[in-house]
């Protein structure tokens, strides 16, 4: 088994090791024996570890990229929008841990069979069909979040992402914002567009780090974020 080591406090459950001559991600798995996506398992006594393909997932991206911190710890209660198949969804359930839970919104019916089937053996992961911007039926299915996850990719996703932190993020929380630049305004260059998405997150929460994801994922940035207490 290649050696893992554990990334800090700031990435709790996820350790690096190496592929070859390669870095490589891998989170401790909630539930050993059980992959999501066909990636690799790596046994340890009585400890498994998943690996985190940072080509399938944007906060594995961000997390290759050198970005300073995430702020989901164990035991968060997790709002993640943008769900799709699970694959970050699985990691970052692993990520929290048993005493954690992670509400999986998504408004797609073709990637919540493949959700459902994910969260089956995963407890601690709660599929929601329901759209990202639809809050107030939202509320009706989720409390309030130690950690908001937004990857969806629509026009005014800052504003729709800006309002389930204002609704649903705690105080002192952390949020991270996946921006897919094209599906905001094709007629920018990405690095201008996220520009514009930094100032507009700065005058409403507290930026604390952003990453553009590139090679992994094409025009794709991501921002991390806290909430300060409310007065």
Not at 63 to 74: D, L, P, T
Not at 155 to 168: A, G, H, M, P
Request: net charge positive; hydrophobic share 40%.
């Amino acid at each position: 088994m290649p050696q893992l080591s554990p990334l800090g406090q700031k990435f709790p459950n996820i350790f690096l090791g190496r592929k070859g001559n390669r870095k490589a991600l891998y989170t401790k798995s909630l539930v050993p024996g059980e992959p999501v996506y066909g990636e690799e398992l790596l046994r340890d006594g009585k400890s498994e570890y998943r690996s985190w393909d940072p080509s399938r997932s944007k906060l594995a991206a961000a997390i290759m990229k050198g970005i300073s911190q995430i702020g989901v710890r164990e035991g968060d209660y997790v709002l993640y929008l943008g769900a799709a198949s699970g694959t970050t969804v699985s990691h970052v359930a692993d990520i929290v841990g048993k005493r954690g839970l992670v509400f999986a919104v998504d408004m797609a019916y073709r990637t919540m069979r493949d959700l459902l089937f994910m969260a089956e053996k995963r407890p601690t992961v709660v599929p929601i069909l329901c759209d990202a911007n639809d809050t107030k039926e939202l509320a009706r299915r989720v409390c309030l979040a130690d950690f908001v996850y937004m990857d969806v990719a629509q026009k005014d996703q800052v504003r729709i992402f800006l309002k389930n932190c204002d609704l649903f993020l705690k105080d002192e929380g952390f949020a991270v914002l996946c921006v897919k630049a094209r599906s905001i305004d094709v007629t920018k260059k990405p690095k201008q567009l996220y520009r514009t998405v930094l100032k507009e997150l700065e005058q409403r929460i507290t930026v604390v780090d952003h990453r553009e994801l590139d090679p992994f994922e094409k025009d794709h940035a991501l921002f991390v974020v806290k909430r300060s207490a409310r007065r």
